[in-house]
């Protein structure tokens, strides 16, 4: 039987006592995978466990209804695939026999900010720490602003598109010097940055409100070949809420983290 719930504060204390930190997010094997990798490395052993396909905007569902298939990708490194949702990803890390018990897991890097109240109960990135951190192992979202990514859709697949990974790991490493001594159960972060371009020269901000709309919705008619209505959903930036974690990233440039603690969230 697996440990879990294990206590971080208690590691953190223990300078010899290595951790396993599981990876994981909702676009599949991305640079940004490998960007978490090489940060994570320093910290222990890691590995990776990430959806087979992009499962963008999954929240934290959970597959009940059909097989899982675990699939390893990268002989050098511990890289798998699972038919799955990045929600199934962080339980399978957790639960399953094949892999180490992971002390952290992380979810990342995005291809896209996930600021906002809508990202924090839709994303897939969002959604796989929310299901860890109820398992007891404590978790961080991480994700990067995009002006274009509503655009340039796909631009998270090709790895020049990835701008500044060195500058992305520096940014992870002050980011963790914050947040690392409060990792426990029970508790999840949602850390945002900006454009990779102004990593080096960003602050790190607590915001005390969430941006309420993300999105605003566009819903767009068209037809198939055969002159057949169907609907696509997409969405455009709205107006942005000043002094807001979406205000943080996009307006000022800064790195914004949410902490999540799901006792307060237990005890309305």
Not at 60 to 76: F, G, V
Not at 128 to 148: D, E, L, M
Not at 182 to 187: D, L, R, Y
Request: glycine share 8%; proline share 6%; hydrophobic share 40%.
């Amino acid at each position: 039987m697996k440990n879990l719930g294990k206590n971080f504060s208690e590691l953190e204390r223990s300078s010899n006592k290595m951790k396993t930190i599981a990876i994981t997010n909702d676009d599949g094997y991305t640079e940004g995978i490998n960007i978490l990798l090489d940060f994570a490395k320093k910290m222990g052993k890691t590995y990776a466990v990430v959806p087979e396909r992009q499962r963008s905007a999954v929240s934290a569902a959970i597959t009940l209804h059909k097989p899982l298939r675990l699939n390893k990708i990268e002989l050098n490194r511990e890289i798998y695939t699972l038919s799955g949702t990045p929600a199934d990803c962080a339980i399978f890390s957790i639960y399953a026999e094949e892999l180490a018990t992971p002390d952290i897991l992380f979810s990342g890097i995005n291809w896209g900010d996930n600021t906002g109240l809508s990202p924090l109960i839709s994303s897939g990135t969002i959604g796989a720490v929310w299901k860890a951190a109820i398992h007891g192992v404590p978790s961080v979202a991480f994700s990067i602003y995009q002006k274009q990514h509503s655009v340039d859709r796909l631009g998270w697949m090709d790895k020049k598109n990835w701008q500044n990974p060195e500058g992305m790991k520096k940014a992870l490493a002050r980011v963790w010097r914050k947040i690392g001594p409060e990792m426990k159960p029970g508790v999840f972060f949602v850390v945002n940055f900006p454009s990779p371009f102004k990593l080096d020269r960003s602050e790190i901000v607590f915001p005390k409100r969430i941006q309420m709309k993300r999105t605003a919705p566009i819903i767009e008619r068209r037809n198939d070949v055969y002159g057949n209505p169907y609907f696509w959903l997409g969405g455009k930036d709205p107006e942005i809420e000043k002094g807001t974690d979406f205000y943080e990233v996009a307006v000022k440039g800064n790195i914004s983290i949410t902490k999540i603690e799901l006792d307060k969230l237990a005890h309305l």
